[in-house]
């Protein structure tokens, strides 16, 4: 642990589901706001104390941010979920095949919205007791890899019967991650920063491509960088340690991303 960050850990945000995150501070220092983030690992497995994890929230909190790791469930089937959501969820998963995307199904059914959902509990939780752990913000972004990345660009652009039951992310990066819903992005929703790579043999980079055209088509504020690294697990460290071709650090490029959280409303 950096002298210049502390953690207080599991802090349970859901006590339904059991659900806890990890909060990292900079120390002795307010932070401005604070960044969500979500594991990855396929909506079956993963752990909020990745050896990644650590690595971003040195990152964040040197730039004066907030980081909370998040628990979400994973493994969730649709027994967990009503009649009407099941007959939700099971009509978006058709649709989302029939739109182009090359993706498992395991990561847009239930689990994919299992995850959205327990990640807008913890926005929820940070709202209001972000001030008792010296969060200066109520304004909440998302740093998510793979399947933690495709539940945090869902939340950002969610399901419409989930439209007003889940509390939107006010930007997100997403890594090695997709936007399995991309009929959803609409002009005015909230600023999201993709990181990809050619070769990644489980969210393949056409899936973000797919995604950033129909971005383009109805100006939604996306954004995708091909690294040109070639992999899933490997956008990660290039993201940490990798620059963009115009010699910006891509991880200055995630900490402009999260500036934004300072901007007045």
């Known amino acids: 642990m950096s002298a210049n960050m502390k953690c207080l850990s599991d802090i349970v945000y859901d006590p339904r589901h059991d659900l806890a995150f990890d909060l990292y501070l900079p120390d002795n220092l307010k932070a401005d706001a604070c960044v969500i983030y979500a594991h990855g690992g396929g909506f079956r497995r993963g752990h909020k104390a990745h050896v990644e994890t650590g690595h971003f929230a040195l990152k964040l909190t040197e730039a004066g941010f907030a980081m909370a790791s998040i628990s979400y469930r994973l493994r969730t089937g649709l027994d967990a979920f009503s009649q009407e959501d099941v007959a939700h969820i099971e009509a978006q998963m058709v649709r989302t095949a029939k739109v182009g995307l090359n993706l498992s199904p395991n990561l847009y059914g239930a689990a994919f919205i299992a995850a959205m959902e327990d990640m807008s509990h913890a926005i929820e939780y940070l709202w209001v007791e972000g001030e008792c752990f010296g969060i200066a913000s109520r304004k909440v972004g998302v740093l998510g890899v ?77 954004v995708l960088i091909d690294t040109k ?25 995630v900490v402009d991303q999260f500036a934004r959280l300072r901007e007045e409303d």
């Open 146 to 222: 793979s399947a933690g990345g495709i539940a945090g660009l869902a939340l950002a652009y969610p399901p419409k019967p989930w439209m007003r039951r889940v509390s939107r992310p006010d930007t997100v990066v997403a890594i090695s991650s997709a936007i399995v819903q991309p009929w959803r992005l609409e002009q005015d929703g909230p600023p999201c920063l993709m990181f990809h790579g050619p070769q990644d043999r489980i969210i393949a980079l056409s899936n973000a491509q797919l995604g950033t055209a129909r971005a383009q088509q109805v100006g939604a504020p996306v």
């Open 229 to 253: 690294v070639k992999g899933h697990v490997s956008q990660v460290d290039e993201v940490l340690d990798g620059s963009h071709p115009d010699g910006t650090p891509y991880m200055q490029m």
